[in-house]
């Protein structure tokens, strides 16, 4: 079985400019979530896709967007980038009706915004 | 607000003795409650979960937390440390809709010979 994979691993853009993160869940999983985890800190939840519909949302701008396709995959897209964006985006992917917890990251996409 | 708070930033210990990283909740999270541990450069990788039944959990790699609901804790526990367990831990909560992972800041695990 595969597990939760990201692309890239390592990204600088400068302010202003927009990022695409993509996300590969694993096997089975129809379930996607994003966090945003700045140095030092916890990861924060930005939001959730099931079903390519967003599923839950945490208190981020309309500037993050996202999308899930029908292979279960997604992305992450930030525009109008800000310095504060700068920051490790880790992508979890979980069976809809599963325990949130159970959820499986993957090693996460380091964005560096200057 | 709902909230995890990790009463420790940083515990340094020796290799083979125990350790206890703290962690509370507010009774505003569900009392699904859990443990992640990240390694330098990867992602979070699952150590133990409380759902329900026995407050004592047992996880991988030797771990433990006991949940108290009285004392709103669910503190992570290992008789043993090792020098491999050097790494960032968190603990975190499910939100009341299920659908997020509430997490508390992190605790840095340095374990030395």
């Known amino acids: 079985e595969t597990g939760v994979t990201q692309s890239p691993t390592h990204l600088i853009k400068t302010r202003g400019q927009q990022v695409t993160l993509r996300c590969s869940s694993q096997s089975g999983h129809n379930t996607v979530s994003w966090y945003q985890q700045a140095l030092g800190q916890g990861p924060q939840f930005i939001f959730q896709y099931y079903r390519e519909e967003e599923n839950g949302r945490g208190n981020f701008p309309p500037r993050f967007s996202g999308l899930q396709f029908p292979n279960y995959s997604s992305e992450l897209n930030v525009n109008a980038l800000e310095l504060d964006d700068s920051a490790l985006y880790l992508c979890a992917s979980s069976p809809f009706g599963g325990t949130v917890g159970e959820a499986f990251f993957g090693q996460g996409t380091r964005l560096t915004v200057v | 607000a709902q909230s995890v708070t990790q009463l420790d930033s940083q515990v340094p210990v020796f290799e083979e003795a125990p350790v206890e990283l703290r962690c509370n909740y507010s009774?505003?999270?569900?009392?699904?409650l859990f443990w992640y541990v990240q390694y330098p450069n990867q992602g979070l990788q699952l150590l133990l979960k409380?759902?329900?039944?026995?407050?004592l959990v047992k996880g991988i790699n030797g771990f433990e937390a006991e949940f108290n609901k009285s004392q709103t804790s669910f503190h992570l526990r290992k008789p043993s440390v090792h020098i491999s367990d050097t790494a960032e831990y968190f603990c975190?909560?499910?939100?009341?809709?299920?659908?997020?992972?509430?997490f508390g800041k992190g605790t840095t695990l340095s374990v030395s010979s």
């Open positions: 975190a909560s499910a939100n009341q809709a299920g659908t997020a992972l509430i």
């Open positions: 009774s505003s999270v569900s009392v699904y």
């Open positions: 409380y759902l329900s039944g026995s407050t």
